[in-house]
């Protein structure tokens, strides 16, 4: 696959098939991850793997009421507005999401792999989330979706006591990527203009051109 297919084309696809993830993709998955960089080649990640059935059913419900926290908190007004004004473009756009995320909810225990990543000693993430990044390209390049989340630390003691990761050596769970094999299709992101959200030499000066589309699409 084309690097820039990759990059393009890979988004959050929580709606995907109970299909088991053969060993070998998971296996090309996880070295691709390892290869990303890391902060003085520390290395200081762990990453586990979870397929078995019961452990993620046992997740379930502790992704169910994070997610229900984060609608009654974090994303109230958003959702408040929603309802306010239902046809407005943001609001549509958020309403598509709250499906897609309620969906992973509703069907949690159908994922076939979550694939988790821990950090220690690093609380920017800075060494973590490039191997995540890399793992969710390279899952892309398998035909296999992913969906980056990391609402499940509110619920952090309860997983990590099912996942039996050690309380005191200092490893912080920094996200889980459910994946599988996606039930829709693969697409560019809609996404503002490049142009819109940069700046050149110093903040607020205008990137002096414009990016009104993406410079990468399907049979380019």
């Given amino acids: 696959m084309d690097v820039y297919e990759a990059l393009y084309t890979t988004r959050a696809m929580r709606r995907v098939r109970p299909d088991p993830i053969p060993t070998e993709v998971q296996d090309r998955i996880l070295d691709a991850a390892i290869r990303a960089p890391s902060g003085g080649n520390m290395q200081q990640w762990r990453f586990l793997l979870v397929t078995d059935r019961d452990q993620v059913a046992r997740i379930a419900p502790h992704y169910r ?71 969710m390209l390279a899952a892309r390049a398998e035909g296999v979706g992913s969906s980056l989340t990391t609402i499940l630390a509110v619920k952090a003691d309860e997983v990590l006591e099912i ?52 410079l990468w699409s399907p049979g380019a």
Wanted: glycine share 8%; net charge negative.
């Fill in 65 to 135: 009421a994070a997610i229900d926290f984060l609608w009654d908190t974090i994303y109230a007004d958003r959702l408040a507005a929603v309802d306010a004004d239902p046809d407005a473009p943001e609001s549509r756009q958020l309403a598509a999401i709250k499906r897609s995320v309620d969906w992973a909810a509703a069907n949690f225990e159908t994922y076939p792999l979550l694939f988790f990543a821990f950090d220690r000693g690093d609380t920017t993430g800075g060494s973590i989330f490039p191997a995540v990044w890399s793992a």
């Fill in 163 to 214: 996942l039996g990761v050690p309380a005191d050596k200092g490893w912080r769970m920094v996200c889980c990527v459910p994946m599988g094999y996606p039930l829709g299709r693969w697409g560019v992101a809609k996404r503002r203009p490049a142009h819109e959200v940069a700046y050149r030499d110093r903040w607020g000066e205008p990137l002096g051109r414009e990016i009104p589309e993406p």
